[in-house]
């Protein structure tokens, strides 16, 4: 098992930054891939981005490549969610989630675990 817990959300102006936090605890958090998803008000939960099990590789989806950076301290179990240039359209409910794969994976079923979700909320 594997408990998620996300922080760092908030209401920000567009433009503006947010970084988002992740803390895992329970089965070994280092050896499997983590990712971020996002589901918006009547959508569907998506894809944001992810990150390999050592932190080398990264993959993200278009809409929010160049201006989100995912990174993850396996010393400390948390992953991190770091968004700049914000816009109305990120506002949403994000949500991470552990793989169980040790590489970048987009596919939302090959996560096993997730976060309860953190509200971010951009004004335009």
């Known amino acids: 098992q594997v408990q998620l817990v996300e922080s760092g959300g908030g209401l920000v102006q567009a433009g503006g930054s947010l970084r988002l936090s992740c803390a895992a605890s329970?089965?070994?958090?280092?050896?499997?891939?983590m990712g971020w998803f996002r589901q918006a008000p009547g959508k569907e939960r998506e894809f944001v981005g992810t990150?390999?099990?050592?932190?080398?590789?990264?993959y993200y989806a278009d809409s929010v490549k160049g201006r989100f950076t995912i990174s993850r301290d396996n010393a400390k179990n948390t992953a991190y969610l770091q968004m700049n240039s914000l816009k109305p359209e990120d506002t949403a409910v994000y949500y991470c989630?552990?793989?169980?794969?040790?590489?970048?994976?987009?596919?939302?079923?090959?996560?096993?675990?997730w976060g309860q979700g953190t509200q971010v909320t951009v004004s335009s």
């Open positions: 989630a552990v793989a169980r794969f040790k590489g970048v994976v987009v596919t939302i079923t090959a996560y096993d675990y």
């Open positions: 329970g089965r070994t958090f280092s050896n499997y891939a």
């Open positions: 990150i390999s099990w050592t932190g080398d590789s990264t």
